[in-house]
């Protein structure tokens, strides 16, 4: 874990802890171990620390979390690295993160490569830097700059560092080592970064809370670091290390971090499939084809042209084309206009695109993605077609949200080749892509769906067959619930309020305002058999018409819509239905706990490989909130046995297609967990 080797009078100390040099038990015994030999070693007269491998260190051991461990801990690690007698210097590489890092602000000196990547990236697990991170950065950086880092979380590369003093000098990577020792041997005394002291103006603090206060909103984590940093700035190192530690403590108990620390683990486990070899050959994907240029297929396209891959795009008629090739660019364009590309990369990017109207262009793709609207016979004959056209090989991929991937791949002599990409729209925005498995599916194609998905930066999730997959299934009874309360009394902000309180950016009726009030419609404006079919035949098909549920000003910001009301007591009145009061729990149950249940039997029925999946799914796809975990983690956190208890209670509201999970049942009686024995 630590290994050691003196070069001539300079000890150098490697981190070696695969896959991320994590900093568990051992490896801070080993290195307390080691630099408290050093001390003694007369030979020893500098020490320089290092990682092994790609990088110095992800931090400490996240699993270690709200277990007991071993002494030392890493802040008592960190301090006795910094009161060495003797000069410690950090040689970093590749990634030097939270207690990477802290590690790294302990050492007298820092020597990095350009490209390293530096930060303290606690927040997003709900955490501060809890090893002196927010009492060391602020005096070496400043506050205004610590601040940044450690509640944005993001990191900064070496070069950035450099430039702000956070390393004292950069390095190659091939003469990192050398480098750092001899200019370790050059130092006479340790340059604690305890003994210097850093002030600020009080009013930095509220500011900066003031300007971050919709990003920070209802999150624990954000401001404890900001109480951490400004105990920096007026505090001695020891009580601000106190404070730190206090706050620290605070936020690993509480729910928030474990749940955000669930997530990180949730989002890891999701790139594994189960049963499926290491050493499975990919498919080999270097052009893709898409077929359809409408708002899906322009947004497929784009995370290709992104990525480098080139993307053929093809449409039946030149107008549909131009459409969609234009409106690519314009969306480039828009985010060049934001400083996030540069007019050269928006270039590349539509160079890699080839517009067709001739679906024989796909015959050299490696992958054809269809992105045409809902409709399985449209899709049948594509794939039909598709099959004449495309190479032996490539892979065939729907883009269906809802229907049957087996059904699909019948049409086709090819059902091995055949997979679902369900992308989620904005497509080149959203991180969700569910890769349906077919019955028939090859396991390498089902792997390089995955891996692909990773190359273009989605959050790939596994889903087995069934009508809406994981997140869409798990959407309807929560669409339906929503609608029908508005039928039965409720106003749609009193239904959106539940889960804007739990944390979402939108309630449901917000959400089928953006998505369209017209999606699935009929389009016949005499045949209303639902609120829905109401708002429609009116011309309120949400925010693109200026209102749906709710009005929209310009900027889109929603308001009560007298017309909406109007519209919905109507059909009420027609279906002879007498308003009510509904309670917040009953919301909850028709809203939440219905996704839950439906979540439970996916589950069970094995269209999702685990529990955590499903969290995933619904924190990369539908806003759940990060910091609950997702639906399937807060359902364990609200307790199983009361969720049931209370789609118990309102079983009848629940509509004539509900039944009760036996998995959720079972769990909730026995005291079980959704996530099997090692529970959430
Ligand atoms: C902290 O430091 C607290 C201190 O301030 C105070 C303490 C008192 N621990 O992401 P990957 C596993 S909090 C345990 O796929 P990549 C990961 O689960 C920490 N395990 O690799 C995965 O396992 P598996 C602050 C960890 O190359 C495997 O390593 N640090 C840790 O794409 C590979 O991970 C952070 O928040 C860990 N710290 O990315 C950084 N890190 O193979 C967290 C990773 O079984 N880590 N694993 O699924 C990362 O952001 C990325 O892992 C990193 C590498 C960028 C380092």
């Given at each position: ?66 277990k ?63 090893a ?85 909103a ?10 951490a ?13 106190e ?11 509480g729910?928030?971090s ?36 409408g ?9 290709f ?16 084309l131009?459409?969609?090739v ?119 194609v ?31 009874p ?9 039928v ?36 016949d ?156």
């Amino acid at each position: 874990m630590i290994k050691t080797q003196l070069h001539d009078d300079v000890l150098e100390v490697v981190i070696d802890n695969p896959p991320v040099n994590a900093l568990g038990a051992r490896v801070r015994q080993g290195l307390w171990a080691a630099i408290a030999d050093a001390q003694t070693d007369t030979a020893v007269k500098a020490i320089v620390i290092r990682g092994a491998g790609k990088l110095l260190s992800g931090g400490a051991d996240i699993t270690e979390f709200g277990k007991t461990t071993a002494e030392p801990g890493l802040p008592e690690l960190v301090d006795a690295i910094e009161a060495s007698a003797k000069p410690v210097v950090a040689a970093i590489h590749g990634i030097a993160l939270g207690g990477g890092l802290e590690v790294a602000l302990g050492c007298h000196y820092r020597i990095a490569t350009a490209n390293t990547k530096l930060g303290l990236p606690e927040v997003t697990l709900g955490l501060l830097p809890g090893a002196g991170g927010t009492q060391r950065l602020p005096r070496v950086i400043g506050v205004e700059a610590a601040l940044d880092m450690i509640v944005s979380g993001s990191p900064i590369s070496g070069k950035r560092a450099a430039d702000i003093g956070l390393v004292d000098r950069l390095a190659e990577e091939g003469t990192l080592l050398a480098e750092a020792i001899s200019f370790a041997r050059a130092l006479d005394a340790p340059r604690r970064t305890g003994d210097v002291s850093v002030s600020a103006d009080p009013a930095i603090f509220e500011a900066f809370a003031a300007q971050n206060a919709r990003k920070i909103a209802g999150l624990d984590a954000p401001s404890a670091c900001i109480k951490a940093v400004r105990a920096a700035s007026e505090l001695p190192i020891g009580q601000g290390l106190e404070k730190e530690r206090a706050l620290f403590a605070e936020l690993v108990a509480g729910t928030q971090s474990k749940a955000l620390r669930h997530v990180f683990f949730a989002e890891r486990a999701a790139a594994k499939i189960d049963g499926m070899p290491k050493d499975i050959a990919m498919r080999s994907i270097d052009k893709v084809g898409v077929i359809g240029a409408g708002t899906m297929g322009g947004g497929i396209s784009m995370n290709f042209l992104s990525a480098g891959i080139p993307v053929t795009i093809v449409e039946m008629a030149q107008e549909a084309l131009d459409r969609g090739v234009s409106t690519i660019r314009k969306n480039y364009e828009a985010t060049a206009a934001k400083g996030r590309l540069t007019a050269d990369q928006v270039e590349k990017a539509m160079s890699l695109l080839t517009p067709s109207l001739a679906f024989d262009a796909l015959a050299d793709c490696d992958l054809v993605i269809e992105a045409v609207y809902e409709n399985m016979d449209v899709k049948k004959d594509i794939f039909a077609r598709l099959d004449g056209t495309a190479k032996p090989g490539a892979m065939l991929a729907s883009n269906t949200s809802y229907l049957s991937v087996d059904e699909i791949a019948t049409a086709t002599k090819r059902p091995q080749d055949v997979l679902g990409l369900h992308f989620f729209s904005p497509a080149n925005i959203m991180k969700l892509v569910e890769v349906v498995r077919g019955a028939e599916t090859a396991p390498e194609v089902l792997a390089t769906g995955m891996d692909l998905a990773r190359r273009i930066g989605k959050a790939p999730v596994v889903s087995g067959v069934c009508y809406g997959f994981i997140g869409n299934r798990m959407l309807t009874p929560r669409l339906d619930g929503a609608i029908e309360m508005l039928v039965e009394g409720a106003t749609p902000d009193q239904v959106d309020q539940v889960s804007v309180a739990l944390g979402m950016p939108m309630g449901p009726l917000q959400m089928i305002d953006l998505a369209g009030v017209d999606i699935g419609w009929h389009r016949d404006p005499t045949r209303i058999e639902s609120v829905r079919d109401a708002l429609n035949a009116a011309g309120r098909w949400g925010q693109k018409t200026g209102g749906g549920f709710y009005d929209y000003d310009e900027k889109r910001r929603p308001s009560a819509s007298a017309a909406a009301q109007a519209i919905v007591e109507q059909f009420r009145t027609e279906a002879g239905i007498a308003p009510r009061e509904i309670t917040d729990e009953e919301i909850v149950a028709r809203t939440l706990y219905a996704i839950v249940n439906e979540g439970a039997k996916i589950l069970e029925e094995g269209i999702a490989q685990r529990a955590s999946d499903i969290d995933v799914v619904w924190l990369n796809g539908y806003g759940w909130p990060r910091h609950t975990g997702g639906p399937m983690f807060w359902a364990e956190q609200v307790g199983l046995e009361k969720v049931v208890d209370t789609l118990n209670r309102y079983r009848d509201r629940l509509g004539p297609g509900f039944s009760l999970s036996p998995l959720l049942a079972q769990c909730a009686a026995q005291g079980g967990s959704l996530f099997g024995d090692a529970g959430a």
